[in-house]
Nanobody
Framework: QVQLVESGGGLVQPGGSLRLSCACS????????LAWYRQAPGKQREWVAT???????TYADSVRGRFTISRDNAQKTVYLQMNSLKPEDTAVYYC?????????WGQGTQVTVSS
């Protein structure tokens, strides 16, 4: 069973920054594609960014240029650096990966952008 544990959420003012972390228990972390998703109140969960094992990185249009996804294979951790945060970025942020067609999600970390 793979565990994903997010941390780093909190309350931040508009224009501020946060860095989310997701620690993964999988022994094959280095070959996994990992993604961040988010879910705002009353909305469907939406994809934010993905990093693959070949360092291919993609972003949703809504965060491109403001968010940066990265990974540390030695620490088995994926990060999401979020800059220039907006109130509409308020959501629970989830880490995700898929192994052998099984989907794994973290428990989520709350990010609130408000003055």
């Amino acid at each position: 069973q793979v565990q994903l544990v997010e941390s780093g959420g909190g309350l931040v003012q508009p224009g501020g920054s946060l860095r989310l972390s997701c620690a993964c228990s999988s022994s094959i972390f280095s070959i996994l594609a990992l993604a961040w998703y988010r879910q705002a109140p009353g909305k469907q969960r939406e994809w934010v960014a993905t990093t693959t094992n070949r360092d291919s990185i993609t972003y949703a249009d809504s965060v491109r240029g403001r968010f940066t996804i990265s990974r540390d294979n030695a620490q088995k951790t994926v990060y999401l650096q979020m800059n220039s945060l907006k109130p509409e970025d308020t959501a629970v942020y989830y880490c995700y990966t898929q192994i052998a067609k099984s989907n794994y999600w973290g428990q989520g970390t709350q990010v609130t952008v408000s003055s």
